[in-house]
């Protein structure tokens, strides 16, 4: 397997083990606030059949407030595996919303950590959990109680660059019975801003004993290898590198385990998946669906001639029928030609 050390090439073609939950790839989908909906999942899902991936994030205090579970965490009949992903900064809140998420279907509930916006973090959740470390290790702890399912945990660095609290952090996580972390080389403040430092992962991989996922910059093979090789962790998750392109867990997880690079998909098969999923979200949400489409059309066209100006038309296309045909007209384009990247 060009690219990755002997050691590092039989690792990744072994199953990923997560508490009593096996995974047999080491790519995985990030949960992601308004895209990783069962539609999104289910065109991952396509390219990447034995990856692990998860719902958007949940608040368990509106959860707790709620009789009937949230679209968000609608799972598809035989969607596996599958985690659902929660955040809040309330134990027992946290605890009951794990619960419902395994009666749901999860097969394993994610604790968010690491999310930098402040809506989230005001609130006590995400991020601002890394400078309340009792408070984060209680929180595990009581879902750990909680639910018979593996627990783990996505954070990132720390809040900045004076507070990075990641290695302490990471092994408080474990000692309250969290089965794997994913940390995002980046602090709070950084957002996502600046190269994610995976040096970090490297460190964090070192002082547990725990599955650690790299995650931030995973934007292509070269950049899963690069990162696997510095850090030693046991997998790598794909965010931002997915918008608009669902292909690239598949892509990722196939080099992983063949040693080949996948040709990219062509003008054609992207506009072609676009045209799926602004169909999907409409047939799932209606026009909340149709709404939704707009900003994932606006991912989809890129990389190609005159993605520019598509890009500007899907952001004004008002009926699911405006939609279709403008996609149409660009396909119309492509259909039946050879593939060649621009410059």
Not at 148 to 164: A, C, H, S
Not at 267 to 278: D, F, G, N, S, V
């Amino acid at each position: 397997m060009t690219g990755l050390s002997p050691e590092l090439q039989q690792r990744l073609r072994a199953p990923l083990k997560i508490g009593n939950l096996v995974v047999q790839s080491r790519v995985l989908q990030s949960p992601l606030s308004g895209v990783t909906d069962l539609v999104f999942r289910r065109l991952v899902r396509r390219f990447a059949p034995h990856s692990l991936l998860y719902t958007e994030m949940v608040s368990a205090t509106g959860l707790h407030y709620m009789r009937q579970l949230p679209r968000i965490m609608e799972l598809a009949p035989g969607e596996r595996p599958v985690g659902i992903q929660l955040f809040d900064c309330r134990p027992d809140f946290l605890a009951e919303a794990a619960q419902r998420a395994v009666a749901e279907g999860a097969d394993l509930v994610d604790i968010n950590m690491g999310c930098p916006v402040n809506k989230i973090t005001k609130n006590g959740g995400g991020s601002s959990l890394l400078r309340q470390p009792e408070l984060a290790e209680a929180i595990v702890r009581s879902v750990v109680q909680a639910v018979p399912v593996p627990v783990t945990v996505k954070t990132r660095l720390g809040w900045n660059d004076q507070e990075i609290n990641i290695l302490e952090f990471a092994q408080r996580m474990e000692q309250a019975g969290a089965q794997l972390i994913t940390v995002h080389g980046r602090t709070r403040a950084q957002g996502y801003q600046g190269a994610a430092r995976w040096e970090w992962i490297r460190r964090v991989k070192a002082v547990v004993q725990i599955p650690v996922i790299a995650n931030g910059d995973i934007f292509s093979v070269p950049a899963a290898v690069a990162c696997l090789e510095l850090t030693g962790a046991d997998g790598v998750m794909c965010s931002r590198g997915t918008l608009g392109y669902p292909f690239l867990v598949g892509e990722i997880d196939h080099f992983f385990r063949t040693g080949e690079i996948l040709p990219p998909p062509t003008p054609e098969q992207r506009l072609l998946c676009a045209r799926e999923h602004l169909l999907a979200l409409w047939e799932y949400k209606g026009e909340a669906g149709l709404r939704q489409a707009r900003k994932h059309l606006a991912w989809y066209a890129r990389e190609f001639p005159g993605a520019a100006q598509l890009r500007q038309a899907v952001a004004e296309f008002q009926t699911l029928e405006e939609g279709l045909a403008l996609l149409d007209r660009v396909l119309a384009r492509w259909q039946g030609q050879e593939w060649r990247p621009c410059a």
